[in-house]
T-cell receptor
Framework: EAQVTQNPRYLITVTGKKLTVTCSQN?????MSWYRQDPGLGLRQIYY???????DKGDVPEGYKVSRKEKRNFPLILESPSPNQTSLYFC????????????FGQGTRLTVV | QKEVEQNSGPLSVPEGAIASLNCTYS??????FFWYRQYSGKSPELIMF????GDKEDGRFTAQLNKASQYVSLLIRDSQPSDSATYLC??????????FGKGTMLLVSP
């Protein structure tokens, strides 16, 4: 089954404790991205990657890091989480092209206390 | 700055009615336009996309695109309570980044 898998689904952590949210896709998509979704603010892109070893900042990259060492994986790293990073996070992947659908992971609800 | 604007709603319609959801975008270079449905706490799922001016129909859903007016809409015919969700408009500029609107909440009452 074609899918994007995120882990964990739910996470409560403390300020400053480094964490990684994993994202993996089995569709051989070149393009992967991370979004955060907050009430009233919609989906905002954090980082994206157009292929292996190619990453770039989205609209809200501060406080986040990513890597793309393999085509299927695109982890999101919070080196020192803060309460304002409490949010619902989605990973998405798609084939690079004009009319191609973005497939989303199930979401990770992160709470930083 | 790329912007995608949607009325946040809620848009309330009775069961069986037509729901009309609207979206405007700022970048004239935008190439493709997507409508996603999102239930609360769940991930967005694609309803349909459109890239040519005019209408595109898929079952009860019709997407309409007017590039001159920078406007895209989604019509849902014979609305059902199960259609109650937030509808996200997304715009593709180039071949990579999808920019999303904040979404319109639709409520369909039985």
């Amino acid at each position: 089954e074609a899918q994007v898998t995120q882990n964990p689904r739910y996470l409560i952590t403390v300020t400053g404790k480094k964490l990684t949210v994993t994202c993996s896709q089995n569709m051989n998509h070149e393009y992967m991205s991370w979004y955060r979704q907050d009430p009233g603010l919609g989906l905002r892109q954090i980082y994206y990657s157009m292929n292996v070893e190619v990453t770039d900042k989205g609209d809200v990259p501060e406080g986040y890091k990513v890597s793309r060492k393999e085509k299927r994986n695109f982890p999101l790293i919070l080196e020192s989480p803060s309460p304002n990073q409490t949010s619902l996070y989605f990973c998405a992947s798609r084939i690079t092209g004009a009319n191609t659908e973005a497939f989303f992971g199930q979401g990770t609800r992160l709470t930083v206390v | 700055q790329k912007e995608v604007e949607q009325n946040s709603g809620p848009l309330s319609v009775p069961e069986g009615a037509i729901a009309s959801l609207n979206c405007t975008y700022s970048d004239r270079g935008s190439q493709s336009f997507f409508w996603y449905r999102q239930y609360s706490g769940k991930s967005p799922e694609l309803i349909m996309f459109i890239y040519s001016n005019g209408d595109k129909e898929d079952g009860r859903f019709t997407a309409q695109l007017n590039k001159a007016s920078q406007y895209v809409s989604l019509l849902i015919r014979d609305s059902q309570p199960s259609d109650s969700a937030t509808y996200l408009c997304a715009v593709l500029l180039g071949y990579s980044t999808l920019t999303f609107g904040k979404g319109t909440m639709l409520l369909v009452s039985p």
